[in-house]
């Protein structure tokens, strides 16, 4: 077997999200551990539709199918059905988020809540107990933190740059390990920085791809685009809204939109969902830390979330006359204030609605911006006449920045989600070619399967060390390390140090012979020897005298079993002695025979009323049980011998066994027989002695009486196999 590699598979599962944006849940299998990351509901739904299809983990309860489950951010297609997945569901497990995370979901599932069930109608909904009973189930997990969940199962958190407190992860189970970005944004903005993660070389990035096939332009310039549509709407009396989600881009468009009536002198009111802008200016107290270097620094001398022209809104202002800009929740116009002021205000060409940010299919204003401009709503039929404009805003990745996060990890392969289907496949299209990089994009409820190879770290015996490297030496007559510092280190380290057992694989370090780098289009060199995990779970690579007086492991040799069928009317004797005569004059010696039973060569022979035997250990045996095949094979032409016998004179069985083997004499036989049959038992003798090198003819003979013993003991074996392993399987 490949000695210091071990190939498991990692397989990825969307239960949403895949090949589609909203109801972000991806489940993650490796080294026998199931993650989900996220946990999300699909805003354009209003159904069962909303939430991921649970039904294909388990059918019941699901803390016995998922080891852990993380939340990346607080955003409600990726949070919103974490009520429903712990309190209705049933999943009871450990669930990690960071801190800003659990505290605004809190907020905005309830606001949702009370959304779908007092305006909406809707049943059989989450409710608030459920809400802060699943939060309160949570472990809060800070940025650059390793929290390790059981042995060999850690996770890390990373700086995401999506919103306040959203978080990448990398999680590593034995020698695998994953990254999840969620949601992520490559370019720093008025109050976060942007997203960054070390070069962790995981087995595969899942990373979110919602602008798969964007290039966005620079951030000043959409700005001043912003700014400019909105001037020219309120300067012709027209009202401006502004969609957004309650925490995130709502503050960055609000920083911007008070720098610039501060320096224009605009006396136009804005406005701001009631109660968010109080909310939002905590939150951000709270959590300073999670904000970029520039906010941090001048928080305590002056708070940029003090707004002096943003201030609360109120319904009754969607009926006043003139000019106004209003910032309103939620981002897509499927429901809430926003969703109100479009039906107020959509009709009036002096109007707009800016969309800063990406909206799921099935909403309204991913209509509005597909050109839709009929629309029935609530019952009541609308004409879209005010002016529909769409900027991007959003904090998620362009095509660059994902590819920028790709490389900057070190993936080995990657799977995208959070897209469109068309945008992934060319997003896809690139990141093989430029990168690379095996690149997938599954759709939801496809189940898909990664190959990895990854190096398994290896304590090493000291008696061990000596007798690989001989081999190794045996193998390559003239290996050098290749040329190079880091090679020469590692090699002058295995000559040094009494224990190199760190040297022999990492995962971050490239294939290693015992000597140093394997040269391109070099084969390992195989050496035997038997791995064995410690008490403390560590693999210990032995030798295979180590392994039987330290750890009492016996070798277990597998063998072959072949049946052959015998013709019908072959007595068992009649069987033995036409194996025995016919295996001697083959040249094949026969170490023993008893009535039924034979040791021909390599090779068991158990005679049996209809069928004959032979087990062979695989490899060493397989040509003296060919050779014994065609013998037994030719028992029909022995078996019609017979039956002509029985018209002749009957013989005695002296001349009837004397006959038999004079049948089965070669032809070549001449009047030298009787000193050819003395050389050939000499000859039987020499086999039977070169069948045992190594001189312990006894221990091999108990050893071979072991095996036959044990042969139908399949559980016996399979536990047996289990302890001992080496690197021989032929």
Same mark, same amino acid.
């Given at each position: 077997m490949p000695l210091l590699f071990a190939s498991d598979d990692i397989r990825v599962v969307p239960l949403g999200a895949g090949q589609d944006v909203g109801r972000s849940c991806v489940l993650v299998t490796m080294g026998g551990r199931t993650i989900m990351f996220d946990c999300g509901m699909h805003m354009g739904y209003n159904d069962a539709r909303r939430f991921p299809d649970f039904t294909q983990v388990a059918q019941g309860p699901l803390t016995d199918h998922i080891d852990l489950a993380i939340?990346?951010?607080f955003h409600l297609d990726h949070c919103g059905a974490l009520p429903y997945f712990t309190e209705q569901v049933g999943y009871d497990g450990p669930l990690y988020m960071t801190m800003p995370t659990r505290a605004i979901a809190q907020v905005l599932l309830e606001?949702?809540?009370?959304?779908?069930?007092?305006?909406?109608?809707?049943?059989n909904f989450f409710t608030r107990d459920d809400i802060k009973t699943c939060l309160n189930k949570a472990t809060t997990i800070d940025l650059h933190q390793t929290v390790v969940i059981d042995q060999d199962f850690e996770i890390k958190a990373y700086y995401a740059g999506h919103v306040l407190g959203a978080a990448m992860f990398y999680v590593r189970v034995g020698n695998q390990s994953v990254v999840y970005t969620g949601d992520y944004n490559m370019s720093p903005d008025r109050h976060l920085g942007a997203a960054w993660i070390d070069r962790c070389e995981p087995d595969v990035i899942i990373s979110e791809s919602t602008y798969a096939t964007t290039i966005r332009d620079s951030r000043r310039a959409r700005e001043h685009d912003l700014l400019t549509k909105i001037t020219q709407c309120v300067q012709r009396g027209g009202k401006v809204l502004l969609p957004v989600f309650a925490l995130g881009r709502a503050q960055e468009l609000c920083i911007l939109l008070e720098t610039h009536w501060q320096r224009t002198g605009m006396r136009v009111p804005i406005y701001f969902s009631t109660g968010l802008t109080a909310r939002a200016n905590e939150y951000y107290k709270l959590f300073i830390t999670w904000t970029n270097q520039k906010l941090k620094e001048t928080f305590v001398e002056r708070n940029l979330f003090d707004f002096q022209h943003v201030q609360p809104f109120d319904r009754s202002y969607l009926e006043h006359a003139g000019p106004q800009v209003l910032f309103a929740t939620p981002g897509m116009?499927?429901?809430g204030t926003s969703l109100l002021a479009f039906t107020h205000w959509c009709e009036d060409p002096r109007n707009m609605v800016i969309l800063p940010g990406y909206c799921?299919?099935?909403t309204v204003g991913a209509k509005i911006i597909a050109g839709i401009r009929e629309l029935d709503i609530e019952g009541r039929h609308y004409t879209v006449r005010m002016d529909v404009e769409y900027l991007s805003f959003s904090a998620h990745a362009? $095509? #660059?920045?994902?590819?920028?996060?790709?490389s900057q990890s070190g993936a080995k392969q990657v799977v995208l989600v959070h897209g469109e289907q068309q945008k992934m496949a060319f997003l896809a299209g690139r990141i093989q070619q430029e990168l690379g990089l095996p690149c997938h994009f599954p759709p939801n409820g496809h189940c898909l399967t990664l190959s990895t190879n990854n190096p398994v770290p290896i304590l090493v015996s000291d008696a061990f060390l000596?007798? $690989? #490297?001989?081999?190794?030496?045996?193998?390559?007559?003239s290996f050098s390390p290749a040329p190079g510092p880091k090679a020469e280190l590692l090699a002058e380290d295995v000559e040094t140090?009494?224990?190199?057992s760190h040297l022999l694989a990492t995962p971050s370090k490239p294939p290693m012979a015992l000597d140093g780098h394997l040269g391109l289009g070099a084969a390992p060199v195989p050496i035997e020897g038997v791995l064995v995990r410690q008490s403390n779970g560590k693999l210990r690579l032995v030798t295979f005298s180590e392994a039987q007086r330290d750890h009492n492991l016996q070798p277990h040799e597998i063998k072959t079993v072949c049946v052959i069928a015998l013709p019908s009317g072959a007595s068992t004797s009649l069987v033995h002695r036409h194996i025995l005569q016919r295996s001697q004059a083959a040249g094949l010696a026969v170490l023993d025979s008893?009535?039924?039973?034979?040791?021909?060569?390599?090779?068991?022979?158990s005679i049996e009323p209809n069928e004959v035997r032979l087990a062979y250990k695989s490899g060493s045996g397989v040509r003296d049980a060919a050779r014994l095949q065609d013998i037994v094979g030719s028992l029909p032409d022995m078996a019609e011998a017979s039956r002509d016998s029985l018209s002749k004179p009957r013989q005695t069985p002296l001349a009837a066994a004397e006959a038999s083997t004079a049948e089965s004499r070669p032809p070549m036989d001449t009047e030298d027989d009787d000193e050819d049959d003395v050389n050939d038992d000499d000859d039987e003798e020499e086999e039977e002695d070169s069948d045992d090198g190594s001189g312990d003819d006894t221990e091999e003979e108990e050893a071979d009486d072991h095996d036959q013993s044990d042969n139908d003991d399949d559980d016996d074996d399979d536990d047996s196999s289990d302890r001992l392993s080496s690197s021989q399987d032929e």
């Open positions: 939340i990346t951010h606001d949702y809540r009370k959304i779908a069930v007092s305006r909406q109608g809707e049943k116009l499927h429901a799921t299919a099935g362009d $095509a #660059k920045g994902i590819m920028q996060l790709v000596p007798v $690989a #490297k001989d081999e190794v030496a045996k193998a390559e007559p140090k009494p224990n190199p008893g009535p039924t039973t034979l040791k021909v060569g390599l090779v068991d022979v």
